[in-house]
T-cell receptor
Framework: ETGVTQTPRHLVMGMTNKKSLKCEQHLGHNAMYWYKQSAKKPLELMFVYSLEERVENNSVPSRFSPECPNSSHLFLHLHTLQPEDSALYLC?????????????FGQGTRLTVV | GDSVTQMEGPVTLSEEAFLTINCTYTATGYPSLFWYVQYPGEGLQLLLKATKADDKGSNKGFEATYRKETTSFHLEKGSVQVSDSAVYFCALSLKIYNQGGKLIFGQGTELSVKP
């Protein structure tokens, strides 16, 4: 149990579908992240939320839309995805404190776009 | 910009062999350094960390020392086991004021340990 829970664990969707990924943490952290992990590629930071405000968007296409309604929940809304968006999507959280902070990861959602 | 570079994998070792996975970084300021491990089908787990120069992080027989002079944080283990087979990620974290820690990862190194 990592303290960060992602649902669903697996998702298959068509290119015209709309779906959402959910992330929940009960660690009392105030920063949350979405990462994309593709085969043979480094982890790509997609979005960062701190105190429920988006502080970073790493040039992610608009077909990915994050939402952070409170400090414990983070969503990634998906629509009109492409097959190359198939990947493992990882959520993480950390505590905003003095010095560099470590992140705690969920187990990820394995997304397949068909 | 800030970045992390790891040795490329895959690394294949026999059980009880000595392990080194090299990691170097580039960063403005004074980052904290981490090693994460990802077992098949799982998310990333923190393995060890060091927050300042000359600190040594250790866990489960793994060690890494924060070397500011060489900007390195190499991962070592004296005797690997089959259960250590996984992908290992080196990462740095920079404090951005009021924005949490910005975590930057290396590309990962796959380790395979054979009986």
């Amino acid at each position: 149990e990592t303290g960060v829970t992602q649902t669903p664990r697996h998702l298959v969707m068509g290119m015209t579908n709309k779906k959402s990924l959910k992330c929940e943490q009960h660690l009392g952290h105030n920063a949350m992240y979405w990462y994309k992990q593709s085969a043979k590629k480094p982890l790509e930071l997609m979005f960062v939320y701190s105190l429920e405000e988006r502080v970073e968007n790493n040039s992610v296409p608009s077909r990915f839309s994050p939402e952070c309604p409170n400090s414990s929940h983070l969503f990634l809304h998906l629509h009109t995805l492409q097959p190359e968006d198939s990947a493992l999507y990882l959520c993480a959280s950390s505590q905003d404190s003095g010095g560099g902070t470590e992140a705690f990861f969920g187990q990820g959602t394995r997304l397949t776009v068909v | 910009g800030d970045s992390v570079t790891q040795m490329e994998g895959p690394v294949t070792l026999s059980e009880e062999a000595f392990l080194t996975i090299n990691c170097t970084y580039t960063a403005t300021g004074y980052p904290s350094l981490f090693w994460y491990v990802q077992y098949p089908g799982e998310g990333l787990q923190l393995l060890l960390k060091a927050t300042k120069a000359d600190d040594k992080g250790s866990n489960k027989g793994f060690e890494a020392t924060y070397r500011k002079e060489t900007t390195s944080f190499h991962l070592e283990k004296g005797s690997v086991q089959v259960s250590d087979s996984a992908v290992y990620f080196c990462a740095l974290s920079l404090k951005i004021y009021n924005q949490g820690g910005k975590l930057i990862f290396g590309q990962g190194t796959e380790l395979s340990v054979k009986p």
